[in-house]
T-cell receptor
């Protein structure tokens, strides 16, 4: 079965500092990978998705970027964090887009101060 | 464009009573429907899915959901709620017309009182 690993679990960063969140996948190859942000413990906003190495699609314009340097690695980055980047970030992946839905990581709580 | 509506922000029930969390969707083509549950500061856990076949789908922890094509609904149900079912529930839809990306509802907070 597919497992999504995310770290760190919590992060407090000052405004203007860089960000790097990592997500790795275990148990499957060539998954589709997704970064979501959840604000105020409610709705999920799709930020980026990737169907393969080096292939990134952005869903919304923002201060963040994503990269996929390896098949099972998906990184969320920022050069300079804003207060509005605070939130709960979730990585997700799926083996078969049609059937299995997504498997989610445990999330990273980012607080920008 | 595809979308999901969860009309209730909160659902409160007493333990032992039936639980229903409502979900309606809009999608082009055949829908694939999912329910996820989230506990505080945790990722989402898969509960059940409808892809094709029987309209009544059974999932984890005694939950079930019924696909109703004419009403474009996929309500989540549990015959007898437990206090441990208190959590945030998300309905989601995907379709071939949107490259199978999942679109989530805003979530419904379920509180089961002892």
């Amino acid at each position: 079965s597919q497992t999504i690993h995310q770290w760190p679990a919590t992060l407090v960063q000052p405004v203007g500092s860089p960000l790097s969140l990592e997500c790795t996948v275990e148990g499957t190859s060539n998954p589709n990978l997704y970064w979501y942000r959840q604000a105020a413990g409610r709705g999920l906003q799709l930020l980026f998705y990737s169907v393969g190495i080096g292939q990134i699609s952005s869903e919304v314009p923002q201060n963040l970027s994503a990269s996929r340097p390896q098949d099972r690695q998906f990184i969320l980055s920022s050069k300079k964090l804003l207060l509005s980047d605070s939130g709960f970030y979730l990585c997700a992946g799926n083996r078969d887009r049609r059937v299995y839905g997504y498997t989610f990581g445990s999330g990273t709580r980012l607080t920008v101060v | 464009a595809q979308s999901v509506a969860q009309p209730e922000d909160q659902v409160n029930v007493a333990e032992g009573n039936p639980l229903t969390v409502k979900c309606t969707y809009s999608v082009s083509g055949n829908p694939y429907l999912f329910w996820y549950v989230q506990y505080p500061n945790r990722g989402l856990q898969f509960l059940l899915k409808y892809i094709t076949g029987d309209n009544l789908v059974k999932g984890s922890y005694g939950f079930e959901a019924e696909f109703n094509k004419s009403q474009t609904s996929f309500h989540l149900k549990k015959p007898s709620a437990l206090v441990s079912d208190s959590a945030l529930y998300f309905c989601a839809v995907s379709s071939s017309s949107n490259d199978y990306k999942l679109s989530f509802g805003a979530g419904t907070t379920v509180t089961v009182r002892a």
